[in-house]
């Protein structure tokens, strides 16, 4: 089985200011990863996503993330934040092979960026 | 539009009450997912679907939860008297899975909310 931990349930931050969100995951399979972004009362948005080659993803409204194998780790970092930005963010992992076919997701992250 | 849609997006109802929660996935994809996600938490996974079949049922369907979907495309997700802990929002999503390639990666509707009271 997989798993996902979030370290920070909250991060505030100040607009133009770079933020990282932390994920580490639990599996004893290869996986792939994803960051999903939900704004008040709407369903998730696809950020990004790693399947395989570069450890470096870039993603949409100019996030991007690192996949650390060896750590197990896979952070979401923004050099400079948006007032628009604020949003809940969700790591999500997902086995490889027939034997997975669910993603699980982590308890989430709250971006604030203030002016 | 031709994004995942549920319906309808928030539901009050008095405990002991059925309710049914309808979602349209994206046309062409053969999976279809119900999520569950309570305040402050990620989403859980309930169950999901290949086309018709229903493949995986969490523990946390417990037996007044019964989803279906009949002809592949849209699927139905019922709870039988409602308990006050079935607050919550119910996200449906789809995704296409084609062979032995499944990245997992899932398109996600606005979610029904669900109050009883």
């Known amino acids: 089985a997989q798993s996902v931990t979030q370290l920070d349930s909250q991060v505030p931050v100040f607009e133009e200011a770079p933020v990282e969100l932390r994920c580490n995951y639990s599996?004893?399979?290869?996986?792939?990863l994803f960051w999903y972004v939900q704004y008040p009362n709407q369903g998730l948005q696809l950020l990004l996503k790693?399947?395989?080659?570069?450890?470096l993803v870039k993603g949409i409204n100019g996030f991007e993330a690192e996949f650390n194998k060896s750590q197990t780790s896979f952070h979401l970092r923004k050099p400079s934040v948006h007032i628009s930005d604020t949003a809940e963010y969700f790591c999500?992992?997902?086995?490889?092979?027939?034997?997975?076919?669910?993603?699980?997701f982590g308890t989430g992250t709250r971006l604030l960026v203030s002016p | 539009d031709t994004g995942v849609s549920q319906d309808p997006r928030h539901k009050i109802t008095k405990r002991g009450q059925n309710v049914t929660f309808r979602c349209d996935p994206i046309?062409?994809?053969?999976?279809l997912y119900w999520y569950r996600q309570t305040l402050g938490q990620g989403p859980e996974f309930l169950t999901y679907?290949?086309?018709?079949?229903?493949?995986?049922k969490s523990r946390l369907l417990s037996d007044r939860f019964s989803a279906e979907r009949p002809k592949g495309s849209f699927s139905t997700l019922e709870i039988q008297r409602t308990e006050q802990g079935d607050s919550a929002m119910y996200l449906c999503?789809?995704?296409?899975?084609?062979?032995?390639?499944?990245?997992?990666?899932?398109?996600f509707g606005e979610g029904s909310r669900l109050t009883v009271l």
């Open positions: 999503a789809s995704s296409l899975s084609s062979g032995t390639t499944n990245t997992g990666e899932l398109f």
């Open positions: 999500a992992v997902k086995g490889r092979g027939s034997g997975f076919q669910k993603l699980v």
């Open positions: 790693y399947l395989s080659g570069s450890t």
């Open positions: 679907f290949q086309n018709e079949a229903q493949l995986e």
């Open positions: 599996s004893s399979v290869s996986v792939y």
């Open positions: 046309s062409e994809h053969n999976r």
